[in-house]
């Protein structure tokens, strides 16, 4: 470990250099004086590392490395940027905003709900309130239900309220009333599907060999070089790529990483009456899911498929535009089919 | 002068070339804007306000039509240079021209104060909880890693390795910094603008380097740059010691501890900071939201700034009317509602030479043209007069 931790930089560094890079040499001449208390010293790597509350979203899952739960998105519904105190941002239809927070405990049940009466201009909430409030299951826990109408009737509020002693969690819809009720089953769908992302600690968290794989290259592809997480890449001209990548587990989902291919295609998400309809593969021994999601010619597309091994899965993706894509899907079924185990 | 040069001075000073650069102009505030959604603000903001020639639009016509246009920068220094030899130096002086010229004067030191803006403001924000007090606000895009010498108290001194020298370690090259009179040299490498550090065999198949167990996953940055975090590898080469290998990364939990000869340093990668010669102190922050929504109808901030020269000072900081000191400026930037009774109250502070420059230039403006359409109103009312005069002579 130490020797791991001295001479892989140190390599690293020096194989940059040899490489033809530039190195940049700075003299720091100035220092400010300062005065803060220290810090935790020696903490180590996977200390050091653990990933924030924020930052823990499960393997495979959204690239953004934010979202702390892992969840199924309702059909219709579609991922927002992050804002701050927002740690899921979600939107329905209908103009439906819903979203999840997750806070330090700071306050109190009754706090909360007297804020959001006050946001729909309502009179504040008595003490005996909370009592009244149904219960609702929500991350293993029992959450308090909130639902709140606006003085004015033109908003609905709605709010799982889980306080646990080390963190409160919040999930809320916000929006008109009749939209908000078109939402209801969905969201109850999607508080069932919410559960903790996978916590990454120190080491690879498995002592399973990494599965190695060997195919048959399509004459008019060229190998080029991979980017992050993938196993390799190709050019296959006319801007489009198909990739590789190899995932832990299920790598986050199967509905999850169909719904993100979806967005990047342009598409809204598929139902779970679709994705069962979609076509399967045999590769590889296993029944690969076969996802086509393809748009007019000028527009972006994407086909994958997905195949679950015993400790992986392994996805295999050609994206570029549709028009592109479509004279290339039997070459791209060629390579898939070639697909095999090499250890 | 050679015809040449004088063609060039006419072209550059010509009316066809300023209704040109203000038609480019219009093109790159509409795609930019587009832009704004695929890319977000920053980097559209980069790409096409302040680039020399950008390619759009993002989504091209017809699938497959791009242009290299003309960006911001160089529109608004064609434009500076057009006004400048048009609108000044080649105009025509006379009094009554004399309001145009004093208009485009304020035109022109309008493009410059954007400039200089652009070139030498420092902007980040200050976030304070009701009764916290800071002496230094944290930039929004920018980075440096910050080496930390333990004392008694704590940290007691530190070193930084600014955002140029953070970025330049990325691809093959490198960047190793030395600090004065310390036991310690660092080299930086394999800088990610966003990335996350993962357990090493989590992602198999990425090529990254381990360290310790772990390495560093570069991601696609985020549209939204605030959401960032980059990392990089260092390594510590300690005097009379062995090189000691780790990574840097913005969303560690805790500072990466180096020890070279006795002396004992925390290091770490983090937003940048930038020093304020005074401390603003948050007494209290106060908000309303618009009834029955969400939307905050006004927030501000009464805070105490304290210059250690004498009772603190205090100031109400509100939309449009900000906090200006000693060369400063913090706006009400937003909140953060945290659940709780403290609220969060985020200050936006900007060091900008050019300040009230848009002011000034825009008085000129004003004056400029207030003397225009005097001018032009008293030799009208002459004329008039004149005319009326001759027809009652006849």
Known sequence: MILSRTLTPTACAVLLAACGGSDRIVDVQEARAVKRPAPRLDATSAERFAPPRSESAPMGGSQSGAEPFAYALPQGWAKLSRVPMRDINLTAPGEVQCWVSVLPPSSTAL???????????????????????????????????????GADGTKRLIASMLLAPARQVFVRMEGAPDAVEAQLAALRRFEESLREAPVVAGGDGSDEPEPAFGWTVPPTWKAVTPGPMMLQQFDLGDEVKCWLTLLRGDGGGTENNIARWCGFAGKAPLGSDEIEALERWDVLGARAIYVPLLGDDGKPGLVGIMIPLATHTLYVRMSGSSGALKGRLEAFKTFCTSLERRT | MKPVLQKILAVLAGFPLAVGLLFFTFIATWL?????????????????????????????????????????????????????????????????????????????????????????????SIGLLEGERGDEYVAFHEYEVAVGEIGAEGVVREWVVADEALRAASGTSTSTASFAGQPLRLTLSGFALNARVVPAGVMPGTRSATVDGFSVQTLKPEAEAEFNLPACYVTAF????????????????????????DRTYVIELRKRRYP????????????????????????QSDVL??????????????????LRRDGFVAYQHQFRDTGSTQLYSELQVVKNPADQWPLWSLIVMTAGMLAHFVTKLVRWIVRETETLQAGATR
């Open chain 2, 305 to 322: 700034v304290h210059d250690g020269t004498g009772a603190p000072q205090p100031q109400r900081v509100r939309m449009n009317e900000p």
């Open chain 1, 111 to 149: 706090a909360h709900l007297a804020r959001w009466h006050g946001q729909l201009g309502l009179p504040a909430p008595d003490a005996t309130a909370i009592d009244a409030l149904p219960r609702v299951p929500l991350l293993g826990g029992e959450a308090m239900r909130v639902d709140l109408r």
């Open chain 2, 32 to 124: 930019g804007t587009l832009a704004q959604k695929d890319i977000g603000l920053l980097e559209a903001q980069h790409k096409y306000f302040e680039s020399l020639v950008y390619i759009g639009p993002e989504e091209a016509l017809f699938g497959f039509l791009r242009f290299p246009l003309p960006g911001g920068m160089l529109l608004m220094s064609l434009l500076a240079v057009n006004l400048v030899l048009g609108g000044i130096v080649r105009l025509r002086k006379s009094w009554s021209r004399a309001g145009i010229l004093v208009m485009h004067t304020g035109v022109v030191m309008l493009l410059v104060a954007g400039w200089v803006r652009l070139e030498y403001a420092e902007d980040g």
């Open chain 2, 276 to 299: 304020l010669p005074f401390s603003i102190e948050l007494v209290k922050f106060t908000h309303e939201y618009h009834p029955g929504t969400n939307m905050p109808r006004h927030f």
């Open chain 2, 238 to 261: 300690r005097e009379g010691d062995s090189a000691q290998g780790g990574i840097l990364w913005l969303g560690a939990r805790q500072p990466w501890t180096v020890r070279a000869a």
